[in-house]
């Protein structure tokens, strides 16, 4: 008897909550790079630490907040508390990340993005944790994984073309500089929260448990240790968070190095939107496209492909070096299609590794621990992007500017935004397809086997 599909409202709320991880995922590491150097004056290099650290902490909260919500779960049946904390949290945190004061020095604007990163990351993480955990708990068929995911990704492409092209809108119509940041940090802000909230409501509401009545040992064997324990257990697990995190450092790259490639190579600061629109709308069409080749080649399969998309369409980047021009949209539309793929594939993948640790292990709670460590590692993946950028721009010369300033670049500088635009994301996917030969699963081996 076929498991029964996903309620709409199940689909349509899970979904929404990409508002939040799309929002929050794309915007800083298309402008907050941006905004250190070109408006706050901070030097490129300083500048790779402040994108970089408050994000690096992550491979402490997040494993963390993952065992402490497979301990509420494992008690209470639900992740709901840590859901909605984020969701509360994360817009006041990400406002104050853009209200440096008028008339601060750099270095009191660097100390202030800093601290309030800082906590805006610790805010997402409390949300975005639970929240890849959940389809592992909300449906245990392959397929319909991959249709939950589908509509994710899908809300994850609108997320990120409102994100991508509205916040750079929203910085302008505030007039630019810390006005138009502090503008588009606000707004964009009360978008995260919403969207994270519509996902909270989804989640299963567990059950009521009697304190008095409770085992006093029912969050046991949820510790830190343990849960890092179960991860490291896991073969299929280690092979797609390899493939999956060089995969968010490639795109972290890209689309730290967009803006840049938007002013001082396309030579028009707001074609940013143009770039971000030509990557992400394609999700919205080929995501039929991708559920297809789930059915008849597998997951693992479909993900290969995707990958490959993405790595020749980079190579063909490189044109850049030679004829700028506007011929590029149609190449990142190209490595649209893949990118739609890599981002639907692994996190439908996901829930299948965890389910079968879990039947391995007579039905353990462990999501949060899986999505601990996969969340840790992807947003270290995707804002050491950024901070790659920044070294490679301060190895090639290239010069920070304050206010509005315009500085002329060198060829070297101009050839580092290319090389950290589109080599550095090649290589880095080449790698994530070897990592991806690995992955193994009984899960897709009887997909394969029934069709």
Not at 28 to 37: F, R, S, W
Not at 71 to 93: D, I, M, Q
Request: proline residues 5%; charged residues 10%; hydrophobic residues 55%.
């Amino acid at each position: 008897m076929a498991p029964p599909r996903l309620s709409r409202s199940t689909v349509t709320g899970y979904s929404l909550g990409s508002v939040g991880t799309g929002g929050f995922a794309t915007l800083p590491g298309l402008v907050l790079a941006y905004y250190l150097t070109d408006t706050l004056g901070v030097a490129a290099a300083v500048a790779s630490v402040v994108v970089f650290a408050p994000k690096a902490l992550d491979l402490l909260i997040n494993p963390y907040i993952g065992s402490r919500s497979d301990a509420a779960a494992a008690r209470t049946g639900t992740r709901r508390r840590f859901l909605l904390l984020g969701a509360l949290a994360l817009p006041v945190f990400f406002a104050l990340t853009f209200a440096v004061p008028a008339g601060a020095s750099t270095l009191v604007g660097c100390l202030w993005v800093t601290v309030a990163f800082i906590f805006a990351a610790i805010a997402f993480s409390l949300f975005q944790v639970p929240y890849i955990a959940l389809p592992a708990e909300l449906t245990d068929d392959y397929h319909e994984r991959s249709r939950l995911m589908s509509w994710r990704v899908a809300l994850l492409a609108v997320a990120i073309l409102l994100f991508g092209a509205g916040g750079p809108a929203l910085r302008d119509l505030g007039g630019g500089g810390q006005p138009g940041y502090l503008l588009m940090g606000i707004f964009a802000g009360l978008a995260l929260g919403l969207g994270m909230l519509a996902a909270w409501r989804i989640a299963p509401r567990g059950r009521n448990v009697d304190p008095d009545a409770a085992p006093a040992d029912a969050s046991s064997g949820h510790g830190l240790a343990d849960s890092l324990a179960a991860v490291r257990s896991s073969g299929p697990f280690r092979f797609l968070l390899g493939a999956f995190v060089l995969q968010a450092l490639a795109t972290g790259c890209m689309l730290g190095a967009a803006q840049y490639v938007a002013t001082y190579v396309l030579d028009s600061e707001g074609s940013v939107s143009v770039l971000f629109a030509a990557l992400v709308a394609p999700a919205l069409a080929v995501m039929p496209m991708w559920i297809r080749l789930v059915r008849a080649w597998g997951k693992r399969g479909a993900y290969f492909l995707a990958s490959g998309l993405f790595l020749s369409s980079a190579v063909a980047m490189l044109g850049l070096l030679a004829t700028p021009g506007p011929w590029v949209y149609a190449v990142v539309a190209l490595a649209g299609i893949g990118y739609a793929g890599m981002q639907m594939l692994p996190m439908s993948m996901l829930p299948d590794v965890i389910s079968d640790h879990e039947n391995a292990t007579t039905g353990s709670v462990r999501a949060g621990a899986f999505s601990g460590v996969w969340t840790a590692a992807e947003t270290v993946g995707l804002a050491l992007g950024p901070a790659v950028v920044l070294a490679i721009l301060a190895a090639t010369g290239f010069v920070s500017s304050a206010g509005g300033e315009t500085v002329i670049q060198s060829d070297g500088a101009v050839t580092g935004i290319v090389i950290a635009f589109a080599a550095v994301p090649a290589v880095l996917v080449v790698a994530s397809m070897v990592a991806l030969r690995g992955y193994r699963l009984a899960a897709e081996e009887r997909n394969m086997s029934d069709n």
